[in-house]
Nanobody, 120 residues
Framework: VNLVESGGGLVQAGGSLRLSCAAS????????MGWFRQAPGKEREFVAT????????RYADSVKGRFTISRDNAKNTVILQMNNLKQDDTAIYYC??????????????WGPGTQVTVSS
């Protein structure tokens, strides 16, 4: 699976950004997707996942209520809508694809990442 993220940038605290991830190479509706992030000096961490048909989502506690993951299987795209951004959300955000329709184990494909910077 080939993944390419877009939509990152610089935003003030309290603002919003919408990240997109375009996928190709496998039937998009056959695998779960996720978003992860890595802040400077920290390990990569889970942000959100969504099952293949979009019916099941899961979020990290740190973003619950502020971020929404969704997918459009007709457009081979997964979206991360980020609202009420905080400086702690500053990181490189990565799109990831799982092997199966539900999240199991670690992703087996990753995008190159997109930078999100939240200023005070």
């Amino acid at each position: 699976v080939n993944l390419v993220e877009s939509g990152g940038g610089l935003v003030q605290a309290g603002g919003s950004l919408r990240l997109s991830c375009a996928a190709s190479g496998r039937t998009f509706s056959s695998y779960a997707m996720g978003w992860f992030r890595q802040a400077p000096g920290k390990e990569r961490e889970f942000v959100a996942t969504i099952s293949a048909n979009g019916g099941r989502t899961r979020y990290a506690d740190s973003v619950k209520g502020r971020f929404t993951i969704s997918r459009d299987n007709a457009k081979n795209t997964v979206i991360l809508q980020m609202n009420n951004l905080k400086q702690d959300d500053t990181a490189i955000y990565y799109c990831a694809a799982y092997k199966f329709i539900f999240v199991a184990g670690s992703p087996d494909s990753w995008g190159p990442g997109t930078q999100v910077t939240v200023s005070s």
